[in-house]
């Protein structure tokens, strides 16, 4: 802690005459003297320096704008969130959002709303607020897991400025994943005083609260009592009833909180059956390819990405780069096999990492991406260990290298520096708002499917803002990449239903409907159509089988239009727009 000492005698030995010391230098009791004779730990020193350029780092996002299209109009929009009066957070904590269920970060919003209405700011500003809390605490967490402050540092630095977190950072809808890691890290703090401290019950119900505040706040931390599992194993607890008897209302919630997440997910359309596409080994083939993928951009956080969709088949095969990747496993494999001292170490900062991220990675079904950069941000926490272990380790040795190497080892550490934060600064940036995160998208050209994704939400936002010449233009951009997505043929098709060419929007209908037979959307829009062109008994056919399929806005359509003479307006027609989380 900071601390201030006046100048006066009685730092002094009597009758021993008191040198001056330069400032930067340790006093007696290992503290740094700084300017102004203020004295500070030397670890105090480090995470204060850590926080402040890690600010300096995000100050620009400051200046970005909300993503409309891109979940942030979705929130704003949201009569919880920005409605009058009071803040509802009744329907804020009964309701699901944007097909989750996380109403502390609504809850966030909508105090944030109150407070700076539409102005964009603030709410990143609690964004980055929350990330210099979570990197705090995330050196608090491996100071005591890593008993020093040397590799506690390193890993939250690494957390702090590594390009693959601003996403979670600079994107005002990802406040649930600062949150959740807020109270999952400090949930995690207190378990860890629970097993060192007398005052165990007290710590216990701590930590059993902030785990259950970051159910609140993210799915993903219904992982948590798996990450207490590892740390018996980190801390060489031995298995018993007590051991296990302890986990069981960490495992209670996570389940009940498992549960709703994927109601919530369902209700939303979020859940894709991956068997429709991908055989069984495909699947197991691809979770292999995430976790892949999230290691390669931790060593190479190069052509990040706001999308990253899931690879396309080739005549029925994974492309060859899915395969490719699998090489890192096997390397990171035998790196833990030959890893000596250090390897218990390393396999609970593996497992860490494996455990935490199990929530998202592409199992038996999936969100609409494979891979996603906020999905790292508690994660990582898990190879930075690795990381800073081995960083560490060089820094102890440092005595027995000889001094070229020794300044190649220093040359080389502020260069990775040096080159993370740079990427970071500029990763911000990209977040500036909607047109320049998709444009960045499309111009990596990374996949026909990422490009076509990056197309359609583009067109999303065109359409939105009543530019339909722009809308139009985006979503044929979108086909050309991919001819079979649906989302684009329906939604272009609508767009040709409000431009008064209902004939074209029945071609698109057609053509989604053939790819998906029971495409609901694709059904009630075309009835919209039908009954336009002067065909109501057919659209009251295609309203029908819409609403078998349990889409309930065509109830509403045969109730009104298939018992009375009453044109229907295209504008009136399902959008259906995925989002992300």
């Keep these: 802690m900071f601390s201030y000492y006046p100048d006066n005698s009685n730092h002094a030995m009597a009758g021993v005459r008191k040198s001056k010391k330069p400032t930067g230098m340790k006093n007696e009791t290992g503290k740094i003297e700084l300017p102004g004779k203020f004295f500070v730990s030397s670890e105090t020193l480090l995470i204060s320096i850590i926080l402040l350029f890690t600010f300096l780092i995000y100050a620009g996002s400051l200046s970005n704008d909300f993503?409309?299209?891109?979940?942030?109009?979705?929130?704003?929009?949201d009569q919880s969130v920005s409605g009058n009066g009071p803040i509802n957070t009744t329907a804020i904590f009964s309701n699901f959002h944007l097909g989750m269920y996380q109403p502390l970060p609504v809850l966030t919003f909508a105090i944030n709303y109150k407070m700076a209405g539409d102005t964009a700011w603030p709410y990143i500003f609690t964004n980055l607020l929350l990330h210099l809390l979570n990197t705090l605490l995330v050196f608090r967490l491996m100071k005591r897991w890593m008993q020093g402050f040397i590799p506690a540092g390193i890993v939250a630095l690494l957390f702090a400025i590594h390009p693959m977190h601003v996403e979670a950072v600079s994107w005002i809808s990802t406040r649930s994943s600062g949150l959740y890691s807020f109270f999952f890290l400090a949930a995690l703090l207190y378990w860890d005083r629970y097993l060192e401290s007398e005052k165990k019950a007290k710590y216990y119900l701590y930590a059993l609260l902030f785990a259950l505040l970051a159910m609140f706040s993210k799915s993903m931390a219904a992982t948590f009592p798996l990450i207490l599992l590892l740390i018996d194993f980190l801390k060489g607890r031995k298995l018993s009833l007590k051991l296990i008897a302890e986990k069981i209302p960490f495992f209670a919630f996570s389940v009940i909180f498992g549960i709703i997440a994927i109601k919530a997910a369902d209700s939303f359309g979020h859940i894709t059956v991956l068997e429709q596409d991908y055989t069984i080994i495909q699947r197991f083939i691809l979770i292999l390819y995430g976790i892949a993928f999230y290691i390669i951009k931790l060593l190479a956080p190069t052509h990040l990405s706001a999308i990253y969709a899931f690879p396309e088949l080739v005549n029925g095969s994974l492309p060859a780069y899915v395969y490719s990747s699998l090489l890192v496993l096997l390397l990171a494999t035998c790196g833990l096999w030959f890893s000596g001292k250090n390897r218990k170490e390393f396999i609970a900062g593996s497992l860490f990492f494996l455990l935490s991220i199990s929530m998202v990675l592409p199992l038996f079904w999936s969100r609409i991406f494979i891979t996603a950069d906020r999905y790292t941000y508690i994660p990582y926490i898990g190879l930075f260990m690795i990381v800073a272990r081995l960083f560490s380790n060089l820094y102890e040795a440092r005595s027995t290298i000889d001094r070229t190497n020794s300044r190649m080892l220093i040359i080389a550490s502020v260069l990775i520096l040096a080159l993370l934060s740079a990427a970071t600064f500029n990763r911000t940036k990209t977040w500036k708002d909607t047109p320049t995160l998709l444009t960045d998208v499309i111009e990596k050209k990374r996949s026909d499917a990422d490009m076509a994704h990056g197309y359609f939400y583009l067109a999303n936002y065109y359409d939105a803002a009543n530019n339909n010449e722009e809308a139009m233009k985006y979503y044929d951009l979108s086909l050309s990449?991919?001819?079979?997505?649906?989302?684009?043929?329906?939604?272009?098709?609508?767009?040709?239903?409000?431009?008064?060419?209902?004939?074209?929007?029945?071609?698109?209908?057609?053509?989604?409907?053939?790819?998906?037979?029971?495409?609901?959307?694709?059904?009630?829009?075309?009835?919209?159509?039908?009954?336009?062109?002067?065909?109501?008994?057919?659209?009251?056919?295609?309203?029908?089988?819409?609403?078998?399929?349990?889409?309930?806005?065509?109830?509403?359509?045969?109730?009104?239009?298939?018992?009375?003479?009453?044109?229907?307006?295209?504008n009136q027609a399902n959008q259906q727009t995925p989002k992300t989380d």
């Design 481 to 570: 990449r991919n001819p079979r997505y649906l989302l684009a043929l329906n939604n272009r098709g609508i767009l040709k239903g409000k431009a008064g060419y209902p004939a074209g929007a029945i071609d698109d209908f057609n053509a989604a409907i053939r790819i998906k037979p029971d495409y609901a959307e694709a059904f009630y829009n075309r009835g919209v159509a039908l009954y336009q062109t002067g065909n109501p008994d057919k659209a009251c056919e295609d309203w029908n089988k819409a609403l078998k399929l349990k889409f309930r806005p065509a109830g509403d359509a045969i109730t009104n239009y298939c018992q009375r003479n009453v044109l229907p307006d295209f």
């Design 67 to 77: 993503l409309t299209g891109w979940d942030d109009g979705e929130y704003l929009s």
